[in-house]
């Protein structure tokens, strides 16, 4: 299984490896297929998959000879064969298509689609032993117990795609799990970092959109303003390393050239550096157990001139400490944690509640979750999406006094 595998089976010059893209028309698929198209000899696709943009995807799969392709929303079928017409591409429209395309026979798989709708496709892929470049936090997130026991099971081999997480994964090389004292995720701060509390809680939608460093999605640039996204990548390596809370620290570093960092026993601290750019981690994982040449800007440090570092401040930022502690409640509250910050954070983009009361409103659904004695093992996708379901109900539950409070 492993997060951290040993470097062997390594590909010979001449070898050409089969990809699939789940979700190749989002912002990571677009990195993906970026160092895809910058590699025509090393590569082949066999399937690839996006939520609803026909056209996009159509474009992808004529590119690049795609063998099969899915699209999620099922009442596009028609539009995407007609798109496709002439060519030999195997077209299917809804979860079980996009379920398909991840069990195909391809050698290395992207899972980017976001969201708990990732999480079938995702192990689709790890159940018949692929290699799986993770980006989609939600299956470790949601499902991290099982989505690694199914990975040991299979033979899988999980490569993380998150800047953070391939940081830690190439620092971990290193040194041995029982040399390990701590990890360190780097955090930019983001737009709020030097802001009073009082002043976040005001913060608009505009002033959290404005990310100092990374050029990323609505939902995750927002989720970096409040710092939820850094919680979510302590449960992630939580999992993915197989650490505790108490070896996992985040460290925010404004200029986001160190992604992470590994301490061991000696005191020896290894770090990954780099420009700030998606396509690094893509492509360490699209290579491994080897390196491509990848098209991110070269690191000038002396241009830079320095790096600098601070303790995450969890005033400004609760939502971080609210992820350690639903990933030291466990049985299902990282889940809810997830699920519960995803309806708050689509109440914000719809003016209906604070920035402020995102933290707040996935407090609230947390300590519902407690309360109502309601963790329990998951053991499957379908427990793990249920939870979620319900999670996201409480959370819609308790938004209008959340947001009446804030008032």
Request: with cysteine; proline share 4%.
């Amino acid at each position: 299984m492993s997060a951290v595998p040993l470097r062997n089976n390594r590909l010979a010059a001449t070898d050409i490896r089969s990809v699939t893209v789940l979700g190749a028309t989002g912002s990571i698929g677009d990195s993906t297929m970026d160092l895809l198209r910058a590699s025509p000899e090393r590569y082949r696709v066999e399937a690839l998959t996006a939520n609803s943009n026909v056209e996009a995807l159509a474009k992808l799969a004529r590119e690049f000879s795609a063998r099969f392709v899915a699209i999620a929303d099922s009442t596009k079928l028609a539009d995407l064969k007609a798109a496709l017409a002439g060519t030999s591409t195997e077209c299917g429209a809804g979860e079980s298509a996009v379920i398909e395309a991840g069990a195909r026979p391809a050698d290395w798989v992207m899972a980017a689609v976001s969201g708990a709708a990732g999480l079938k496709p995702a192990l689709a892929a790890v159940d018949r032993g692929a290699h799986v470049a993770l980006a989609n936090k939600e299956c470790l997130v949601c499902a991290g117990d099982f989505f690694m026991q199914r990975a040991a099971k299979a033979g899988a081999c999980i490569l993380p795609a998150d800047s953070e997480h391939n940081a830690l994964f190439q620092a971990l090389a290193s040194g041995n799990r029982d040399e390990l004292v701590r990890v360190i995720i780097t955090a930019s701060g983001g737009p709020f970092r030097t802001w009073k509390p009082a002043d976040i809680e005001q913060a608009t939608l505009e002033q959290a959109l404005k990310h100092p460093n990374w050029s990323m999605g609505q939902k995750i640039t927002i989720d970096s303003a409040s710092m939820m996204n850094k919680g979510l990548e302590v449960i992630e390596a939580s999992y993915l390393f197989a650490l505790s809370p108490d070896e996992i620290d985040v460290l925010v570093h404004p200029q986001s050239i160190i992604h992470g960092m590994v301490e061991f026993s000696d005191r020896s601290v290894m770090a990954q550096l780099g420009s700030p750019d998606m396509r690094t981690p893509i492509a360490h994982c699209l290579g491994w157990p080897d390196r491509i040449k990848g098209p991110a800007a070269k690191l000038d440090l002396a241009k830079i001139g320095q790096l600098t570092f601070e303790a995450p401040d969890f005033e400004r930022f609760p939502g971080l400490r609210l992820a350690f502690e639903s990933l030291r409640t466990g049985k299902g509250a990282t889940t809810v944690f997830n699920a519960a910050n995803e309806v708050a954070v689509a109440a914000f983009i719809a003016g209906k509640i604070r920035f402020g009361a995102i933290a707040r409103l996935v407090e609230a659904t947390l300590e519902d979750w407690v309360r109502g004695g309601n963790q329990g093992p998951m053991t499957s996708a379908d427990d793990a999406i249920n939870v979620d379901h319900v999670a996201r109900n409480k959370a819609a539950a308790l938004l209008p006094q959340i947001a009446l409070k804030a008032s």
